[in-house]
Nanobody, 121 residues
Framework: QVQLVESGGGLVQAGGSLRLSCAAS????????MGWYRQAPGKEREFVAM??????????DYADSVKDRFTISKDNARNAVYLEMNSLKPEDTAIYYC????????????WGQGTQVTVSS
């Protein structure tokens, strides 16, 4: 059974930093997309960042709202993905969800349970 477990969320002041981690178990994820989405209160879940796999290797993709502040990285050996968040703003407050997307004949999406990030002004 596949499990994605996020950690690293918390309360931080505006301008601060946090590092989110997502550890996958139950299956080794290589050659797949792994990344992060978030959902703020009263809003829909939105894309944050993703490492996207292609035959050329991995590319990182970011939402405009986090570009130049967040950095995503993947550790294939640990079956994990990380999100380094700097210069945090109150509007970054949300539950952050880890996502694994497997592009195959029938695409698969796996989700973690989420970790709360709260940025105070």
């Amino acid at each position: 059974q596949v499990q994605l477990v996020e950690s690293g969320g918390g309360l931080v002041q505006a301008g601060g930093s946090l590092r989110l981690s997502c550890a996958a178990s139950g299956r080794t994820f290589t050659n797949v997309d792994m990344g992060w989405y978030r959902q703020a209160p009263g809003k829909e879940r939105e894309f944050v960042a993703m490492t996207r796999w292609s035959w050329r290797g991995y590319n990182s993709d970011y939402a405009d709202s986090v570009k130049d502040r967040f950095t995503i990285s993947k550790d294939n050996a640990r079956n994990a993905v990380y999100l380094e968040m700097n210069s945090l703003k109150p509007e970054d407050t949300a539950i952050y969800y880890c996502n694994v997307h497997v592009a195959c004949a029938v695409p698969l999406d796996y989700w973690g349970q989420g970790t709360q990030v709260t940025v105070s002004s």
